[in-house]
């Protein structure tokens, strides 16, 4: 054995033997957890103050317990002698800070933390005090046995030293069965810069395929709950993504980083009032999804306050009766209305604005009044009623079934802004008997949450991770944007897989839409996981689509492209998946939806029983092309490429997604002529 093998055996012994003591420590870690859970229910309190402290305790505890197993760290940071701030520090990097004593030196840092900052952006032109950065290299599927460390690698930044890492290659090559994994332990520095945005900055990121755009925002939002952990308990955080399925594909990320409790959500969840049960014809969801929508919800609404034929309000007092004459009635209204307030508090001030005068009129001749005469006055029958005729409560779904059921309504509401072939297309073929039997269409809900907006301010986020931001629509980025007011965002997307009708096709224009039109725009174009023979093959299409973005490469060089021409699909598919299955990996057969029924078909018969795209973890699965935005196989067998294409209307970005799903493989087969 050379010295070199023994020095390297001996290494791995001493960081295994470390490793068990940071398992013990973190043993003893969610054992205290629940103890201080139970010493925190006894608590000598308030009762809102021991509720508050119960809680955190139990999150506390909760969020512990449900760390999932794994390699407790995966880096290291040695500090020169000579760093002013850790000097001759040595620091263990990992997914959560582990100590045997809160007041004691951690034994591993959080990767969150300040210092481990470092880690993903000390090099050899700037070694930020770091002398030897150390990457750990474990077991694939590593459960956290020490066992599991097989290598480590050794960067000596302070001599000028800089190296390509094999074990990071390896990590981003690793085979993809199950859910997303975090990237933690990968981290690049233009990805870092992102992740460590401050919580005030809303960040735009335009990340083409296999650049970790999702895993970016993710890890953002880790890094937010970490440094903000009070405000964003109070102001809330919210992942969204464009399908459930999506969602059950990420969902294990934020819970490996330490963070439990996250809302994830699709926007169509977060902002239904209804079951969407109803459809649209193209036409009609595409008016439905414009902009220009929002002013004629806004002019239908605001079109039941008027005071025509208003008369004066006289409110009885035991022998008096105090009024307010309608001309003064009128302008109180008036003023309202110019104050633009949302419509039920615009009603509620009108309300407050009367009764002040009613009181005035009182106390000159009483003196002061309690308040149990203003509430009296608030409620009482008379005012209510000429309130109710000047700024009446509402619904959302009264006003939207009105537009739509109403060609005169419809028409007033949208005059000069949608032409009459549009306005016909919003109205209901078959009206329902009222709202309350309505069947709602997705594009509905979008319509309804707008009018709800205007009526009342929904309770906002104080941070929002908005993933495949470019296949929003106008109206629902108004609705994302009503929910951020106050808070951040954290958009992804890519222009070239924009696949909806209304799919954003600059991000100046849809930054706009989400209220935040000064947010930084970043491209990240590396990518780790798509090999650059399939972007080389997907930046062929990406000529023929309508968007002005820079072509992506790659870091990686071991994928394989094979092209199947045929003239029996099915068969081939069939050989095709069959080949595949015979390597490593998830295996991910993507159709035309019309096709994906037949394809699944002919490989049951073949004995294969494909799972679908929502069983995680499935060795193999068919899925039809329209859901497979955002997801990854090891090895993607793409079927007919020219039936995804001429699909549907933006069938060519469809099928760049499709083409970009591969992260080591992909097999094209055709019977058609390739559509690039």
Not at 227 to 235: D, E, M
Not at 558 to 580: C, I, M
Request: charged share 25%.
């Amino acid at each position: 054995m050379t010295s070199l093998d023994s020095a390297l055996k001996d290494a791995l012994h001493t960081e295994r033997a470390y490793h068990d003591t940071c398992r013990t420590a973190l043993a003893a870690m969610v054992e205290g957890a629940a103890e201080q859970v139970v010493v925190g229910e006894d608590v000598s309190a308030s009762g809102a103050d021991a509720e508050v402290l119960g809680y955190r305790l139990r999150s506390q505890a909760k969020a512990m317990r449900e760390l999932p197993p794994g390699p407790l760290f995966f880096g290291r940071l040695d500090f020169a002698d000579g760093d002013p701030a850790h000097g001759g520090q040595s620091y263990h990097v990992g997914r959560v800070r582990i100590t045997e004593d809160p007041a004691a030196p951690p034994l591993v840092v959080d990767w969150r933390a300040p210092v481990s900052r470092a880690f993903y952006q000390a090099g050899a032109r700037d070694p930020q005090g770091v002398a030897v950065r150390r990457r750990f290299g474990w077991a694939p599927g590593s459960k956290g046995d020490s066992a599991d460390l097989t290598g480590l690698e050794d960067e000596h930044l302070g001599r000028g030293e800089s190296r390509t890492s094999d074990i990071v290659a390896r990590e981003i090559e690793r085979p993809r069965v199950g859910p997303m994994r975090d990237i933690a332990a990968t981290i690049q520095p233009e990805q870092d810069d992102l992740v460590r945005a401050a919580l005030a900055d809303s960040v735009c990121v335009q990340g083409a395929p296999g650049t970790g755009k999702t895993a970016v925002g993710l890890h953002r939002a880790a890094y937010l709950l970490y440094s903000h952990p009070k405000r964003l308990q109070r102001a809330g955080l919210l992942i969204l993504g464009p399908n459930r399925t999506f969602l059950s594909y990420i969902a294990e990320v934020l819970p490996s980083l330490g963070e439990t409790g996250v809302r994830q959500s699709t926007l169509l969840d977060e902002i239904a009032r209804h079951p969407a049960t109803g459809t649209d014809p193209l036409k009609t969801a595409t008016v439905k999804h414009d902009p220009r929508m929002a002013e004629v919800l806004r002019r239908a609404l605001y079109a039941r306050v008027s005071t025509a034929g208003v008369g004066d309000l006289a409110v009885p007092d035991g022998s008096y009766r105090w009024r307010v004459p309608a001309a003064e009635l009128a302008d109180l209204v008036a003023e309202v209305r110019a104050e633009e307030p949302p419509y039920a508090v615009g009603r509620e001030r009108v309300r407050t604005r009367v009764v002040r005068r009613l009181r005035d009129q009182a106390e000159r001749r009483s003196g002061v009044l309690p308040a149990s005469w203003v509430r009296r006055v608030e409620r009482c029958r008379p005012l209510t009623a000429q309130l109710d005729a000047v700024w009446p409560k509402v619904r959302p779904e009264e006003i939207l079934a009105e537009l739509l059921t109403d060609a005169e309504a419809l028409a007033r509401a949208a005059d000069g802004l949608l032409d009459p072939d549009e306005q016909a297309a919003l109205l209901w073929p078959r009206p329902p008997r009222s709202y309350k039997s309505a069947r709602w269409s997705a594009a509905d809900l979008v319509l309804l949450d707008e009018l709800a907006g205007l009526v009342e301010h929904p309770e906002g986020y104080g941070h929002l991770v908005v993933d495949e931001a470019q296949d929003l629509s106008p109206m629902e980025c108004r609705a994302i944007a009503r929910r951020a007011v106050f808070g951040s965002l954290t958009v992804l997307g890519d222009l070239a897989q924009g696949t909806t009708p209304w799919a954003a096709r600059d991000w100046s224009v849809q930054l706009r839409h989400l209220g935040r039109p000064d947010a930084a725009v970043v491209p990240l174009t590396t990518g780790f996981r798509v090999p650059a023979a399939v972007l080389e093959l997907a930046n062929r299409l990406l000529a023929r689509l309508d968007v002005a973005v820079p072509a992506a490469t790659s870091l990686r060089t071991d994928g394989e492209l094979t092209l199947r021409p045929t003239e029996d699909l099915l068969a081939t598919t069939v050989t095709a998946v069959r080949e595949a299955l015979a390597r490593e990996g998830s295996v991910g057969v993507v159709t035309a939806d019309a096709d994906t029924d037949r394809v699944r078909e002919a490989l049951d018969r073949a004995g294969l029983h494909p799972a679908g795209p929502d069983t995680l973890g499935a060795r193999l699965a068919v899925v039809p092309a329209s859901v497979v935005k955002g997801l990854e196989y090891d090895h993607v067998v793409a079927v007919e490429p020219a039936a995804v294409a001429e699909a549907e209307e933006r069938g060519a970005h469809r099928l760049y997604v499709v083409l970009t799903r591969a992260v080591s493989r992909l097999d094209v087969v055709h019977s058609r002529p390739l559509p690039f």
